[in-house]
Structure formats: C-alpha cells, structure tokens
C-alpha cells in the first residue's frame, strides 16, 4: 500500500481542540502527562437572548447637549449685553453731554463777562484819562 494510507504518528506539541477550549490549566496538565489526556467537554451554546439592544450613552448625550445649548444662549446673552451696554452708553453720553454743556456754557458766560468788563474798564480809561 502507499505512504498516504499509514496514519503519521501524532505529534505531542501540537494542542488537541478539547485541549484547547479547556484552557491553558488543560493543556498544562496534557503536556505534564501525554498519556492521560482530559475528558472531552463540549462547549454548550450560549443562550439566546434576542436581539442586542445598545443603551445609548446618556453621560456623553447630556455633555453634548449642555455644550449646545451654552452655546446658543451664549450667543444670545453677548448680543444682548451689547444692545444693553450701547444703551447704557448712550444715555451716560448724553447725561454727561447735557451736564457738561450747563457747565461749559455757565464757565463761557463768566469769562466772556470778565473779558467784556476789562474791555470796556480799558476803553473808558482811553475815553476819560484819569485827572
């Protein structure tokens, strides 16, 4: 008979599947003692339990949607302070305009007096030379 008919003789080194499925203790145990190898276990089928249903991460969901929202009202509260600031601004300007303008026009009155009461004390001294 041929070469391909006669069983090659079984190499110890190379993991039996039981061997293999049981784990590393097995195949610790199978290399430790060839002769003796482990019952075979079958692995039973895991049970079903219908289709996976992914918890969605609810941490991440309300991170994203506080970042969001932040930011829109963000948004709204920078254009908001600055129509509330430009107004605030205006009506200071102007308060401060008004005031400065009574002040100023009071100071001009005073010195256009002591201007025009030294201008005519100097011409009435050239009219009436003092005697």
Known sequence: MSDNMNPQPFDQSIPLLTEVLSGPQA???TTAEPEIAPPARIAEPAPFLGPVTVQPDWDAIEARLTQRILHQVQGKID?????????????????????MRGALREDLQQSLEQIVAHAVSHELGHLHPPA
């Not at 908001?80 to 200071?92: K, M």
Request: aromatic fraction near 0%; hydrophobic fraction near 45%; glycine fraction near 8%.
């Open 27 to 29: 195949l610790h145990q």
């Open 79 to 99: 254009h908001l302070l600055e129509e509330r600031i430009g107004h605030v601004l205006q009506t200071a300007l102007q308060n401060a305009l008004i005031g």
